[in-house]
């Protein structure tokens, strides 16, 4: 394996603008003042390749923003956060892609959404060396990358995975249409599929989540790992059925907590852990991530997930 890198993240790359939590959504033509309105990096890819970071794992991003102001700070962004970004193309006629995030106090929060240069990205922008050499190849937000061609993507995989590396997929579905002739093919070379329960009921038509999970197990993928929010996650594979709770913790924003939990998951498994303790880590990350209001501020470092996890005990059921 190469030395200088763990972990390559590919996906979706954004510019978020959020808000600190307000009382209510503004009605037609008030105007709410917030504590602030900060910029930051988001997008699945992006964010797990900086939680990586912070926990210790090498980790590199691949992907596209445009040739303006918001794909300039992401990209120096990510540099000063540790991740390297050789391989983010920089489109000149492309805008970056944007999320506005607004967080109501006591609400879920509401997104509005433009793709931007996420809408160029193809599977051969993808480094095939790369995807060879790391120990992991992680694709966040497949299903919003409409340029990617599922098959393309599941020869990259395949070859992947071929060469010894782990595959990991996670999605994000920007409409109701059935998405599961895209995903299917993808699927039979993934080793590891990490959907919340929102998006694995939206692609299964199952409302219990381990008839979902074997779906997706059906499909050919090795391990299913659903996060539900505050209930947890639950673990499936061919012989195994395990259910972990989640850390008690302040709660502030939830932006980026599902990524975080990838990210912990990754770390773990990088690491050479076993199940349990990937399951750990990544309940771990995903707690400390609501802490702030951004995707990526306070998710824990190594040393401090090591740490925290010495002095706290989750809840793994093996049904």
């Keep these: 394996m190469n030395a200088s890198l763990d972990c390559l993240c590919v996906g979706i790359l954004v510019a978020d603008h959020l808000c600190h939590p307000i009382d209510h959504v503004p009605r037609a033509g ?25 926990l210790g ?29 050789d391989q983010i193309h920089q489109l000149p006629d492309a805008e970056t892609s944007g999320t506005l995030i607004v967080n109501v106090q006591g609400e879920d929060r509401r997104f509005i959404h433009a793709i931007g240069a996420n809408a160029r990205f193809l599977h051969t922008h993808i480094p095939l060396e790369q995807t060879r050499e790391c ?12 340029a990617l061609d599922p098959h393309g993507l599941a020869e990259v995989f395949r070859a992947a995975r071929e060469a010894g590396t782990q595959t990991m997929l996670d999605v994000v579905l920007p409409s109701t249409e059935d998405y599961w002739s895209a995903l299917e093919p993808v699927l039979e070379h993934t ?15 199952q409302e219990d989540p381990w ?3 074997e779906r997706f197990l059906r499909a050919g993928a090795k391990t299913i790992v659903i996060t539900q929010g505050t209930a947890g996650c639950l673990l499936a594979t061919e012989n195994t059925r395990l259910r972990a709770g989640t850390f008690p913790m302040d709660f502030v924003g939830g932006t980026g ?12 498994s990088c690491r050479d852990l076993d199940t349990r303790e990937c399951l750990r880590w990544g309940a771990a990350a995903g707690a400390s991530c609501v802490r702030h209001v951004g995707a990526t501020e306070s998710v824990f470092t190594a040393e401090e997930i090591q740490e925290f996890l ?3 005990s989750l809840e793994i059921e093996s049904l």
């Design 191 to 205: 080793d590891v599929f990490l959907p919340n329960d929102d998006e694995a009921r939206a692609l299964t038509g």
């Design 257 to 268: 907590a599902g990524d975080a939990f990838v990210a912990g998951f990754i770390a773990a």
């Design 310 to 312: 010495r002095n706290q």
């Design 30 to 54: 008030e105007l709410i003042l917030s504590e602030s309105l900060p910029l930051s990096i988001g997008g699945c890819a992006a964010n797990v390749s900086v939680d990586l970071t912070r």
């Design 57 to 85: 794992t090498r980790a590199a991003l691949c992907g596209c923003v445009g040739a303006d102001p918001f794909g300039d700070y992401i990209k120096a962004e990510l540099a000063r956060r540790g991740v390297r970004t």
């Design 135 to 146: 120990r992991v190849l992680y694709v966040g937000g497949y299903l919003l990358l409409p």
């Design 211 to 213: 008839d979902q999970a």
